[in-house]
């Protein structure tokens, strides 16, 4: 009995393991997105669901990113872009260093943050890991991309790393790398994961190549919110998007793009070789990104980003993350039993044949920020971009944010 009991606790562990360190990313080379420009994508899965952006100006670059909300010091960035258009991010792997028994350290958000505040571009990027100490106690894959077009992914182990170039036909025939929880230079099996999750995105991205429509806001509305399951065949939007308003209506959730444990999802959409870096663009999803909605931020704007993406004293949370939070527990509404809460969604609460679900009122709004954004970012490309302007377009954003949460779901965010 005492050893059933020690084997089901190590597949508790396993299990939960598995389901919280679950990312999702790729970069994607200028060659092939829809305006020329390269991007890199982070769904992140974490047991930290509240989440932050945080700006700082203690390195050599000026940087902004995805942090931990209760790391309000912001020791750890978990994708970010400087001021010199460089930008990184990471997902945990589970394959490379197998049959090695170092003690891993955990640091890849430290890596992000040495990187963003003293790395201009992928050599730049290459010199740091040259110069990692061996074993580096890392495995991880870390997805980079630059303002001279560079877009790469490494898979880094004890003992050094591999690259794995965007840009090069034989590596990446359609212009992107995906990565889950595992490497390619690592060994395939039980001990990684995301192999689903790769699989759907991959059929995702090679549709936009194809048709010509890759850019941030396919990623965000159509792959890191896609209820499509590579396995199953199942698409959530598709099978009950016909059901009326209130009424509760419950579907399997596993192995989608999106998960319980994703806390946030970005993209960083890039430059233009010989292009200003400053109009580098973070788009962050902050908190469970079917609740929660894209909003853009760029370093020239240092600090000045809209108080909705800061942690607030009040909620010990980013504003906008506490909401995303509060309407994840409509979609999330099991409340007893542990892989009944984990597994079973109310996708009614998400969309409905009334147009009133939580996606469905969110996207209008997350449309024209992406519309109005674009048509800025049109003006500031050919003329100048004055920080004044955006600490203006900053506060529009805020105030619509607000008027939204508590209009559409009344949740006051003051």
């Not at 959730?253 to 070789?273: E, L």
Request: proline fraction near 3%; glycine fraction near 6%; hydrophobic fraction near 35%.
């Amino acid at each position: 009995m005492k050893h059933l009991k020690i084997f089901f606790l190590t597949l508790s562990i396993l299990l939960s393991s598995y389901q919280i360190n679950a990312c999702t990313v790729a970069v994607i080379s200028g060659k092939y997105t829809k305006d020329g420009r390269p991007l890199l994508w982070k769904n992140r899965d974490t047991n930290y669901i509240n989440n932050q952006i945080m700006y700082f100006n203690d390195g050599k670059y000026s940087y902004m990113g995805l942090v931990n909300s209760k790391d309000i010091h912001g020791k750890s960035v978990w994708i970010g872009q400087n001021s010199a258009g460089f930008a990184i991010m990471n997902s945990a792997s589970y394959n490379l260093n197998i049959g090695d028994d170092t003690k891993l350290s955990g640091l890849e958000g430290r890596i992000i943050k040495e990187a963003l505040a003293t790395c201009a571009s992928i050599q730049d990027f290459e010199e740091y890991l040259n110069n990692l100490p061996i074993p580096t106690r890392l495995e991880a894959n870390f997805g980079v991309i630059d303002a001279q077009g560079g877009a790469v992914m490494y898979e880094l182990n004890n003992n050094g790393y591999v690259k794995f170039d965007a840009n090069d036909a034989k590596v990446a025939p359609f212009g992107y790398i995906i990565r889950g929880n595992y490497s390619f230079m690592g060994s395939f099996g039980e001990e990684s994961s995301g192999y689903l999750r790769y699989n759907t995105t991959n059929e995702l991205f090679y549709n936009a190549m194809a048709t010509n429509t890759f850019d941030a806001q396919f990623i965000i509305q159509d792959v890191t919110r896609s209820l499509k399951h590579s396995l199953t065949k199942d698409d959530l939007y598709r099978d009950y998007a016909g059901i009326p308003e209130n009424t509760p209506t419950y579907s399997f959730f596993h192995d989608f793009i999106p998960r319980k444990s994703t806390s946030s999802a970005c993209v960083v959409q890039g430059v233009k070789k010989g292009e200003n870096p400053e109009f580098t663009t973070l788009w962050s999803v902050v908190g469970f990104p079917l609740t929660s909605i894209a909003i853009p931020t760029w370093v020239k704007g240092e600090n000045d980003f809209p108080n909705v993406l800061k942690r607030n004293e009040e909620f010990n949370d980013a504003p906008i993350c506490f909401a995303a939070l509060e309407l994840k527990k409509e979609f999330f509404s099991i409340r007893w039993g542990r892989w009944a809460m984990r597994y079973y969604v109310n996708i009614n609460a998400l969309i409905n044949d009334d147009n009133t679900g939580i996606h469905q009122k969110i996207q209008p709004y997350e449309n024209k920020v992406f519309k109005d954004t674009n048509d800025k970012l049109d003006i500031w490309r050919s003329n100048e971009m004055k920080k004044e302007d955006i600490k203006s377009y900053y506060n529009e954003l805020n105030k619509m944010l607000l008027k939204m949460y508590i209009e559409e779901f009344e949740i006051d965010l003051n």
